[in-house]
C-alpha cells in the first residue's frame, strides 16, 4: 500500500509557557511511503546515511519494538520544508512522523493519546511534539509519564518568522539557563504564563503579546546567543507587532502581528536584516495527517 505522512513545523515556549506552550505552523515534513520488499529511504537532510541510520527510520523502529511489532519495509521519501536546528520544531516532526510510520507500518493501532505520551517520552518535553501532533496552539504538562494539554485552536493573528543562516543546538541553548529560581522569581515567571495563557483564551493579543516578551524563565538568558534580537524585537513593535519572541530553542525569532499589519512589519524587517529568511505563517489547525 502506498500513503503520506505530513507533519507541520512548530514553535514553542512563545516567550513564557518555557516546555509548555506550543503552535503548529504551516510548514511541513512530509513522508511518501510505499511498502516494498526492502527499505530504502531518500531524506534530503540525512544525505548518503544508511536506512539504519536514519533518525526517522530509527524512531519507528524504537517505537514498533516498545509495542511489541516489527515494521513492514517500504520505500520513504522524505522532504521537508522546515528548516533545521532553527527553533522550528524540526525534530520534533521527525519524531511525530517516525511515530506514525510505525504506526503505519506496524499495525500498531496508536491512539492519539499514546503517540503523544510515546512522543513526549523521547522529546523530553510536550511543547513542540504536542501541536505537530494535534494541531493548533497546545498549552501542555508532562507529568509522571502522562501529558495533560488544552488546544486554542483559533487565534485571530499572523505569525513572522525570522529565520537567520545560522543554526543553534537545542542543548546549547538550553546550557545557558539558570539551574535554581527562586521563588519569587518562579512566582513571577508562573504569574507572566497565566496572564499569557489567560489572554490568549480571551482573544486579548495586545495583552499576550505584552507577557510574551516579559518572560523571565528563557528570554533573557538566551538573549546573548540570538542574533539581532533587540532589532527584531524593537522594529516589530514599532510597526505594530503584538509580541515577538524567540522559536523554540532560537536562533529563529517569531513575531505575533495583527493581519492588517503584517505587510507592513515584514518590508520592515526585511530592510534591517537583508540575510534572513522571513517567512509569513499562519497557525496549523490539523497536526499529523495521513492520506491514503
Ligand atoms: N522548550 C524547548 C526549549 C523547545 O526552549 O528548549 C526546544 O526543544
Same mark, same amino acid.
Not at 504551516?26 to 510505499?34: F, G, Q, R
Not at 519494538?65 to 533545521?84: C, D, F, M, N
Given at each position: 500500500?502506498?500513503?503520506?505522512?505530513?507533519?507541520?513545523?512548530?514553535?514553542?515556549?512563545?516567550? *513564557?509557557?518555557?516546555?509548555?506552550?506550543?503552535?503548529?505552523?504551516?510548514?511541513?515534513?512530509?513522508? #511518501? &511511503?510505499?511498502?516494498?520488499?526492502?527499505? #530504502?529511504?531518500?531524506? *534530503?537532510?540525512?544525505?548518503?546515511?544508511?536506512?539504519? #541510520?536514519?533518525?526517522?527510520?530509527?524512531?519507528?523502529?524504537?517505537?514498533?519494538?516498545?509495542?511489541?511489532?516489527?515494521?513492514? *519495509?517500504?520505500? &520513504?521519501?522524505?522532504?521537508?520544508?522546515?528548516?533545521?536546528?532553527?527553533? $522550528? %520544531?524540526?525534530?520534533?516532526?521527525?519524531?511525530?512522523? /517516525?511515530?506514525?510510520?510505525?504506526?503505519? $507500518?506496524?499495525?500498531?493501532?496508536?491512539?492519539?493519546?499514546?503517540? $503523544?505520551?510515546?512522543?513526549?517520552?523521547?522529546?523530553?518535553?510536550?511543547?513542540?511534539?504536542? *501541536?505537530?501532533?494535534?494541531? /493548533?496552539?497546545?498549552?501542555?504538562?508532562?507529568?509522571? %509519564?502522562? &501529558?495533560?494539554?488544552? =488546544?486554542?485552536?483559533?487565534?485571530?493573528?499572523?505569525?513572522?518568522?525570522? !529565520?537567520?543562516?545560522?543554526?543553534?543546538?537545542?542543548?546549547?541553548?538550553?546550557?545557558?539557563?539558570?539551574?535554581?529560581?527562586?521563588?519569587?522569581?518562579?512566582?513571577?515567571?508562573?504569574?507572566?504564563?497565566?496572564?499569557?495563557?489567560?489572554?490568549?483564551?480571551? %482573544?486579548?493579543?495586545?495583552?499576550?503579546? =505584552?507577557?510574551?516578551?516579559?518572560? !523571565?524563565?528563557?528570554?533573557?538568558? @538566551?538573549?546573548?546567543?540570538?542574533?539581532?534580537?533587540?532589532?527584531?524585537?524593537?522594529?516589530?513593535?514599532?510597526?505594530?507587532?503584538?509580541?515577538?519572541?524567540?522559536? %523554540?530553542?532560537?536562533?529563529?525569532?517569531?513575531?505575533?502581528?495583527?493581519?492588517? @499589519?503584517?505587510?507592513?512589519?515584514?518590508?520592515?524587517?526585511?530592510?534591517?536584516?537583508?540575510?534572513?529568511?522571513?517567512?509569513?505563517? =499562519?497557525?496549523?489547525?490539523?497536526?499529523?495527517? &495521513?492520506?491514503?
Amino acid at each position: 500500500s502506498s500513503f503520506m505522512i505530513r507533519v507541520p513545523a512548530s514553535s514553542a515556549n512563545i516567550g *513564557p509557557g518555557f516546555d509548555s506552550i506550543g503552535l503548529a505552523v504551516d510548514l511541513y515534513l512530509t513522508l #511518501e &511511503v510505499t511498502e516494498q520488499a526492502d527499505w #530504502e529511504f531518500i531524506s *534530503p537532510s540525512a544525505g548518503d546515511v544508511p536506512f539504519e #541510520e536514519n533518525f526517522i527510520y530509527l524512531i519507528a523502529k524504537q517505537t514498533a519494538e516498545k509495542h511489541g511489532k516489527s515494521l513492514r *519495509p517500504a520505500r &520513504v521519501e522524505e522532504t521537508t520544508s522546515i528548516p533545521l536546528a532553527r527553533g $522550528l %520544531g524540526s525534530s520534533a516532526a521527525a519524531i511525530v512522523a /517516525g511515530i506514525e510510520l510505525a504506526n503505519q $507500518l506496524g499495525g500498531l493501532d496508536l491512539t492519539a493519546e499514546e503517540k $503523544l505520551t510515546d512522543a513526549t517520552e523521547i522529546e523530553g518535553h510536550p511543547d513542540n511534539v504536542a *501541536p505537530a501532533l494535534l494541531g /493548533g496552539l497546545i498549552v501542555s504538562t508532562y507529568i509522571d %509519564g502522562e &501529558v495533560d494539554w488544552l =488546544k486554542i485552536d483559533q487565534l485571530h493573528l499572523e505569525l513572522i518568522a525570522l !529565520i537567520p543562516e545560522v543554526e543553534l543546538k537545542t542543548k546549547a541553548a538550553r546550557d545557558v539557563l539558570p539551574e535554581q529560581f527562586s521563588i519569587a522569581d518562579a512566582a513571577l515567571g508562573s504569574g507572566i504564563g497565566n496572564v499569557t495563557v489567560a489572554a490568549l483564551v480571551s %482573544g486579548d493579543y495586545e495583552l499576550a503579546g =505584552k507577557m510574551m516578551e516579559k518572560d !523571565i524563565f528563557h528570554e533573557p538568558h @538566551r538573549k546573548p546567543l540570538i542574533p539581532n534580537y533587540d532589532l527584531i524585537q524593537r522594529t516589530a513593535k514599532e510597526h505594530g507587532a503584538y509580541g515577538t519572541v524567540i522559536s %523554540g530553542a532560537g536562533p529563529t525569532m517569531m513575531s505575533f502581528v495583527p493581519s492588517d @499589519r503584517r505587510d507592513k512589519i515584514i518590508a520592515a524587517l526585511e530592510e534591517v536584516l537583508p540575510d534572513y529568511r522571513l517567512e509569513s505563517l =499562519k497557525m496549523d489547525v490539523g497536526g499529523l495527517t &495521513v492520506e491514503q
